[in-house]
C-alpha cells in the first residue's frame, strides 16, 4: 500500500472528475426524454402520464410500450405510437389488476429517438382509487329504499357492458343518512348487497343521503357521492 503525491495524484484526481462529469452531464438524447412518468388509475381505469421535456422543441411525438413484471419483451402500446398527448390508456394492456406492471417511453423529433424513461413498477390493486356508487331513493310511508350501483370499469364483459369494480375487487359501501344539514345515522353494506332499506325514519321529514366505496384492506375511501334528497310521508 502507498499512497500517490505531486502531480500523478493531482493528474488522477482531474481524470476521476472528468469521467464522473462524462458519465452525468445529459446528453441531447437525454434532454428530449420525457419526464415524470406516472400510472393515475380510477376503477382501474390505468393512464399513464408525463411532462413535455423542459428543453425540447414542441412538436415532440411520444412512443409507449409495456410489458407484465418479469416478462422479457416488451410490447408496443396499442395508440400510443407516434402520438402528441401526453397521456396513454393502458387499462386494456393492464387488465389483471393483480398483475405488476412496468411501462415505458421515449420521444422522437428531428429524424431521431431519447432515450427510454422507465415508469415505477404498477399494481393495479393497490393503486387504483374508486368512484363513490351510484344511488337511487325511493320512499314507502317511513321507510326509504336506496338501490345502490357499483361504479364500472373501463373494461367490457362477453356481452359488451362495462365490468363492475366489484368484480375485481371487493368493495363496501357506505351510506350517509341527513336531515338539516347533520348527519343522523351512517350504514354499510358490502358489494354484494345491491339495496338498502332504511326505517324507523321521521314522518313528513326531508333527509339527504350520500354514498362512498370503502376499500376493506387500505380502509381507503372514495369522495361522497351528490346529495339525494327525499321526503318521507
Not at 441531447?28 to 399513464?48: C, G, I, K, M, T
Not at 425540447?56 to 407516434?82: P, R
Not at 359488451?160 to 368484480?167: A, E, Y
Not at 339527504?208 to 357521492?225: D, I, W
Amino acid at each position: 500500500m502507498y499512497a500517490l503525491t505531486g502531480p500523478k495524484c493531482l493528474e488522477l484526481v482531474v481524470a476521476m472528475l472528468l469521467l464522473f462529469w462524462a458519465d452525468c452531464s445529459p446528453t441531447p438524447q437525454d434532454e428530449l426524454a420525457p419526464l415524470e412518468l406516472q400510472f393515475h388509475s380510477l376503477d382501474f381505469r390505468n393512464v399513464l402520464h408525463w411532462k413535455h421535456p423542459h428543453k425540447a422543441v414542441k412538436n415532440l411525438t411520444y412512443f409507449v410500450q409495456h410489458k407484465i413484471y418479469g416478462d422479457k419483451e416488451w410490447t408496443d402500446s396499442e395508440n400510443c405510437q407516434g402520438i402528441q398527448s401526453l397521456e396513454c390508456d393502458l387499462s386494456q394492456a393492464t387488465s389483471d389488476p393483480r398483475e405488476w406492471y412496468y411501462a415505458r417511453i421515449r420521444s422522437y423529433s428531428s429524424e431521431r429517438f431519447s432515450s427510454w424513461v422507465l415508469s415505477q413498477r404498477f399494481y393495479p390493486q393497490w393503486e387504483t382509487t374508486f368512484s363513490p356508487p351510484q344511488i337511487k331513493a325511493t320512499v314507502t310511508g317511513r321507510i326509504i329504499s336506496v338501490q345502490i350501483k357499483p361504479p364500472r370499469t373501463p373494461l367490457r364483459g362477453q356481452k359488451g357492458s362495462k365490468i363492475r369494480v366489484t368484480k375485481l375487487q371487493k368493495l363496501k359501501f357506505r351510506i350517509y343518512v341527513m336531515h338539516n344539514d347533520v348527519e343522523e345515522e351512517v350504514y354499510e353494506t358490502d358489494s354484494c348487497s345491491k339495496e338498502l332499506v332504511i326505517e324507523g325514519l321521521r314522518p313528513k321529514t326531508t333527509y339527504c343521503l350520500q354514498a362512498v366505496s370503502v376499500t376493506p384492506r387500505s380502509g381507503r375511501k372514495s369522495l361522497r357521492s351528490p346529495s339525494t334528497c327525499i321526503s318521507t310521508h
